[in-house]
């Protein structure tokens, strides 16, 4: 697998990583023994940015500690803190990004993880209830002592990003960028690119449909999301049968058109898909070797153009309007 740098400080990682599933519940969707198979094998395709989160309780951390059992120097391994929206004990606060909780946090993500240190420690949402200056101070914290080793924002804004950088060098933003959602384009990632800050693109097949897997309203956890309405999605295939179609030219599959495109926006753009399946992930490990032609690039701009390709939302909204991402 071909290797890209996030951040200054030179984190090398895999071109495509991997992001695991999240899932409620105690055992993913497809079984435990399952999840660990497709982590084993994605270790043994190369790919080696393994992102996970502390959300449904960590209960996805603790199938990576499982599965990275004698395994844990052949990955980075990535994790974050601060996003409550579905954490039992919350009580319905949403974001939590102080020193004194990223401590609690990464303690615990550490023991599900079953190690002593992250590579990358990301802040899941910008709390906007303390400056991102004292979040970062508290991360800066953590890496002096060894616990974790590079540092990383999601969904933040360019002005909070230049903010985080200037009290400590950011490895990574990740955040959502695919062909159906585009809105970074505009200012974040150009700032991330001139900060000489990473990118890891999370929903990069968004959520799946890029894959041709949704063909109705999915009844699982994407059942809110506005673009796979039973108004909107119909809209949205229609778009999704000239993807296929270039795809079916080019010998390849639809997703991997979609993850080929991620790439060839920026050397310092990564995505992570996330799949259960042994077979998905070798069809999206595949999509490192698939070039666009400046011609393809053009039509996939004039498909799902960066001001709106798609029908709906990418996120529903709260009772004040806000998208709950
Ligand atoms: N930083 C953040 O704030 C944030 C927010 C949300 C998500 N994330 C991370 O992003 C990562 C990926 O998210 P995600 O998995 O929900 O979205 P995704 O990567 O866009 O799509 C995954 C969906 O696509 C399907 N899929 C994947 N490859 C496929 C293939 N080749 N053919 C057919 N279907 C395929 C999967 O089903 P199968 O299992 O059947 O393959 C799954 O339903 C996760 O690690 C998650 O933690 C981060």
């Known amino acids: 697998m071909q290797q890209r740098t996030l951040g ?15 899932f409620s519940g105690d055992a993913p969707p497809g079984g435990l023994d399952n999840a660990i198979a497709v982590i084993h094998r994605a270790i043994a395709l190369g790919i080696t940015l393994i992102d996970t989160a502390d959300h ?60 002593d240190y992250l590579d990358l420690y990301y802040l899941h949402r910008v709390d906007p209830a303390i400056p991102i200056e004292d979040s970062i101070g508290g991360m800066v914290r953590l890496k002096e002592e060894g616990k974790i080793r590079h540092i990383g924002l999601c969904e933040a804004g360019p002005e909070t990003i230049r903010r985080a950088n200037a009290v400590h060098p950011i490895a990574a933003v990740e955040s959502e960028y695919s062909l159906m959602t585009r809105d970074y384009e505009a200012d974040t990632l150009p700032a991330i690119r001139a900060l000489g800050i990473g990118f890891v693109a999370y929903y990069a097949l968004g959520r799946g449909f890029f894959s041709g897997a949704i063909t109705a309203p999915p009844e699982d956890n994407r059942r809110s999301v506005p673009r796979f309405s039973s108004e909107n999605l119909p809209r949205n295939l229609e778009k999704l049968q000239a993807l296929k179609e270039m ?22 753009i990564v995505p992570i898909p996330g799949t259960n399946s042994i077979p998905h992930l070798e069809e999206n490990a595949g999509a490192a070797e698939v070039t666009l032609s400046a ?6 701009e004039a498909l799902f153009p960066r001001d709106g390709g798609l029908a709906g939302d990418r996120f529903d909204r709260d009772r004040s309007g806000e998208l709950n991402i």
């Not at 011609?295 to 996939?300: F, K, Q, R, V, Y």
Request: with cysteine; net charge neutral; glycine share 14%.
């Open 8 to 22: 200054r400080d030179g984190l090398s990682v895999s071109a495509i990583g991997f992001g695991a599933p999240t």
């Open 295 to 300: 011609g393809e690039l053009d039509a996939l």
């Open 56 to 115: 449904g309780d960590g209960n996805n951390e603790v199938v990576l500690g499982e599965a990275l059992a004698g395994r844990r120097e052949d990955v980075v391994l990535c994790s974050k803190f601060g996003n409550l929206r579905g954490q039992s004990w919350a009580k319905g606060r949403t974001v939590d990004g102080s020193p004194e909780y990223a401590r609690k946090a990464l303690e615990a993500s550490l023991a599900r993880l079953r190690t």
């Open 247 to 268: 795809a079916a030219s080019k010998g390849c599959t639809p997703g991997q058109i979609a993850l080929a495109w991620l790439m060839h926006q920026g050397d310092f």
